[in-house]
């Protein structure tokens, strides 16, 4: 079956560390997605790839980046975390044009 | 740029009920259309898309939405609520085909009640 994972379902981090959030699919996907999911605002896009090294701006990349060294893994990045970025970050994949698949999302607490 | 309205952060109904979720989008070219439900402690997953054939799409779990370009429209339906159907639910649209990047709307918390 299709399986996005994101390493971890909680984490915390203090405020000024450098958080690096993990995204592996094992469905040979050319997309991947980072979108953070805050309440009343649903989903907002930061960063995508369509191909390995390959990147562009989302709606919101301040104080993201990302990595994509192989297909299959798609990193997050936050430089210096700071409490804004207290969020839900849900990871997806697809094909050209087919549904996008998502991960079960990593919680993340900055304080 | 494109955008998505959904009207009612919150919707409850009964067992048995009509479900209505309603959405609505902006988009300066023909749009692609998407429904996606997360259920608790999980990722989102599609319901059901709209990508110009048929206005009426149906999805997965009963669930349909009509397309009506004359009112910029991407309502979802279900005849009948059942108590597994409790979720979140979010419109989304697309113009770019390629790597669909896609624009989110706020979600919809749906209850169900016994």
């Known amino acids: 079956d299709v399986k996005v994972t994101q390493s971890s379902r909680y984490l915390v981090k203090r405020t000024g560390e450098k958080v690096f959030l993990e995204c592996v699919q094992d469905?040979?996907?050319?997309?991947m997605f980072w979108y953070r999911q805050d309440p009343g605002l649903g989903l907002r896009l930061i960063y995508f790839?369509?191909?390995?090294?390959?990147?562009e701006k989302g709606d919101i990349p301040e104080g993201y980046s990302v990595s994509r060294e192989k297909k299959e893994r798609f990193s997050l990045i936050l430089e210096s975390a700071s409490t804004n970025q207290t969020s839900m970050y849900l990871c997806?994949?697809?094909?050209?044009?087919?549904?996008?698949?998502f991960g079960s999302g990593t919680q993340l607490s900055v304080l | 740029a494109q955008s998505v309205t959904q009207l009612g952060s919150h919707v409850s109904v009964s067992e048995g009920a009509l479900v209505l979720l309603r959405c609505n989008y902006s988009s300066s070219v023909p749009p692609y259309l998407f429904w996606y439900v997360q259920y608790p402690n999980q990722g989102l997953q599609l319901l059901l898309k709209y990508t110009s054939a048929a206005t009426l799409v149906k999805g997965i779990n009963g669930f349909e939405a009509e397309f009506k370009k004359s009112e910029t429209s991407f309502h979802l339906t279900k005849p009948s609520a059942h108590m597994s159907d409790a979720a979140e639910y979010f419109c989304a649209v697309s113009e770019i085909q390629g790597a669909q990047k896609l624009v989110f709307g706020q979600g919809t918390r749906l209850t169900i009640n016994p």
């Open positions: 997806a994949s697809s094909l050209a044009f087919e549904k996008l698949f």
């Open positions: 469905m040979d996907h050319e997309n």
């Open positions: 790839s369509y191909d390995v090294k390959m990147k």
